[in-house]
């Protein structure tokens, strides 16, 4: 059998499995990824579908159909089909790039047509309600397997551009569709989405803060450390392996790092308070250290031994986020009475003030892609600005308190922690602000202080 890929030029490939028998039962996290049909190859005048760098330009509108059973033991029952589809359609609208089309508009005469190539769909019924594209999604379930096919179609052109199976677990139905989601984000933007990259959090177990671990476009987290004290403040590796934060033992403040797959260590532990520790490029740690009269923020090495003092200025030095590309940090301090965010070397040199506009300016974590600093102005909303000091946007207001905001690995969206439900939450929304939705809907724990990992699924 002969698997089809695309390369970067749009251009069709073929290569051969690597075993020429692959079992059926798969792992609870492992799937067959089929790409089946035919690739959307892009032509020299192709339809250009979303610009990522404009924003607030017109949303794609879509339509998902109930995905259909094809055949399998109960396959029809439990709403299962039902869960695949809201699924998909949640995930669609959390982009903030599309406008999901209410199915009780839909016209379709024959809701499998476009599933086999005997039924052929009639594009001039969803063209009709407004639909640009189109979703099909099929199923055949046994016992524990699930075979999941989903299909992405041009309306306008009508056209197939993507269409993929996914072999695996019932339990896996979940990353099958953000797996898929991905892919339409790639073919319809030219960058892969982020669903099923990690977002680590504080939340609450046994009495004490601990850190614990979202998946985006997941269900149910999970907990990461078992501290013996409050642990908060993370800040997650550039490869996404590790995390370091912040926690108070019986007798000392520390400093620790966790990694994402379980266990801990000290890196740096005292008397001192120690305040938002985060990773050095190459190796090594920031952390903001209180001495008597003032805190600054300071260089460790990989084994936690102090290398120096980093800021100079000010009284109070906190909340380091290191730039890109490494050579810069974004921090804060009330070098110039408030605190407000300043932008340095990474050694310290060359410190100048971004932020000139409201009385506080805190939380600062630069984008990946470099272009912006995302902030919270006066404890309560959030805001973006560019390095250079110009173009603040405000993405929240009147919605409670907003609070440390942190991108995601490709920069088109935020995660934040609120109060807008009248308990603290995590909420994701677009990078302008947009389709402000609930991370974890359905969990009933606290919920603060995330941070996106910089890692993509």
Known sequence: MVFWKMDK???????RPAAPNMPRRMGALVFCLVLFLSVWAVPARARVYIDIDQPFA???????????PLSGEGAGEGGFAESLTQRMTGNLDRCGIFVVLDPRTFIEGNPRAGLSLKEQINF???LTIGAELLIKGAYTAYGDELSLELRLFDAFEGRMMLGKRYTGSIQDARKMINLFTNEILYVLTGERGVFGSQIVFVGKSGGHKDLFVAEFGGDEPRQLTQSPGNSTLPVVSRDGGRVIYQTRAPREYQVRVADMSGGSQVVHGGKALLLSPAFMPGGGYLVSISGRYSTHIHRLDAQGKIQGQVTRFGTINISPSVSPEGSQMAYVS????????YISSITGEGSRRVTMYGRENTDPCWSPRGDRIVYVGNSRDIFTIKPDGTDVQQLTSDSGANTRPSWSPDGRMIVFASTRLGRPALFTMSANGEKQTPLLPDYEGVQSTPFWSPAKP
């Open 124 to 126: 001039r019924e969803w």
């Open 9 to 15: 030029a749009g251009r069709d490939r073929a290569s």
């Open 58 to 68: 017109k949303k794609l509108p879509v339509a998902v159909p109930a995905f259909m």
């Open 334 to 341: 009330n070098q110039a009475g408030g605190p407000q965010v």
